[in-house]
Each structure stands twice: as C-alpha cells, then as structure tokens.
C-alpha cells in the first residue's frame, strides 16, 4: 500500500518535472530559404530569404534548401564572443539553434562573390555587445552592395532596439 502510494507520487512528480521543461517547446524555428532567384523580383539572384532574421535566445533558424547548391556558413568576425562558427553542406536543409543574444554574419560559400549573405539578429541580454565590431567589418564589391542594404533595413525596421 505505502509502496503503491510512492510509486504513485513519483510518477506525478515526473509528470510535473516534464511540465516544467516544456519551455523548451515554447522555441520558435524561422526559416530562412536559399534561393537561385527573389520571387518578388527576378533580377535578384542567389539570395537568402529573408536577409534578416530576427530570433529570440535559444531558438532555431532552418536554412531551408528550396533551390539546389547552396549552403551557409558563418563569416570571419560576425559573430557574438562564445557563439560557435558553423559551415552546413551544399544542398541539404541545416538547423541552427542560437543561444548567444547578437549580431551573426553568414554567406553562402560558392556564391560569396554574388553576394549572397545575410544576418541573424538574437535578441536578448547583450545583443548589442557585437554590433559595432559586426558592423565595423568590410565585404568585397557585392557583397558590400547586401550589407548596404541588411544595414539599412535594420536600421529602417528598428531592429537596434533590444
Ligand atoms: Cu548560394
């Protein structure tokens, strides 16, 4: 009978411990699709959509292969101290999970020179601690050309508001 009466309460127990560690399914995953072409605007070609991604700590950004032949991987000095640098496979979808609040600079490897890049923005504590060394950084021709414009939309959509 006592014995029943414990097993009992440690199954409630365990019942309430996986209701406290449900946050975890609280996370959000973004998408972010790698593209040949912009269907809102043919002429751009060899993109990320959308350039800027917003997340919150702890959430997962899915580049999502829609188009063949590309990848991500993060950029020399753009990312947050502690963050982890990342290079995913040509081709294949690749999750990411982020936990340090900052600025993260990526780019596709075959297609740098064209200019495909883009920033993932992790809100939280510190978030800003990166920016003016991420911001500071200079690219190449076109890649410059789409850090012109990531910084001017971030700036024309108050994303430096933490
Ligand atoms: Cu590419």
Redesign the pocket.
């Known amino acids: 009978m006592m014995t029943f009466e414990l097993n009992r309460r440690q199954v409630i127990l365990a019942g309430a411990a996986m209701l406290l560690a449900q946050p975890s399914l609280a996370q959000q995953v973004h998408t972010v699709e ?1 593209l040949n072409k912009d269907p809102d605007d043919k002429k751009r070609r ?1 993109i990320f959509r959308p350039l800027v991604q917003v997340l919150e700590a702890g959430d997962t950004v899915r580049f999502a292969s829609v188009d063949k ?3 991500t991987e993060s950029l020399k000095g753009m990312l947050p101290e502690g963050a982890e640098k990342w290079k995913s496979k040509l081709s294949k979808d690749f999750d990411l999970t982020l936990t340090v609040p900052g600025f993260y600079g990526y780019k ?1 490897t ?2 740098t020179a064209m200019g ?1 890049t883009g920033l993932l923005i992790v809100k939280g504590e510190g978030m800003m601690n990166n920016y003016e060394a991420v911001r500071g950084v200079k690219h190449k021709s076109r890649m410059q050309k789409v850090w012109d414009q990531i910084w001017a939309q971030v700036e024309a959509d108050g994303l430096l508001n933490t």
Do not use: F
Request: proline share 11%.
């Open positions: 790698m060899m032949g590309h990848n596709c075959p297609h495909m």
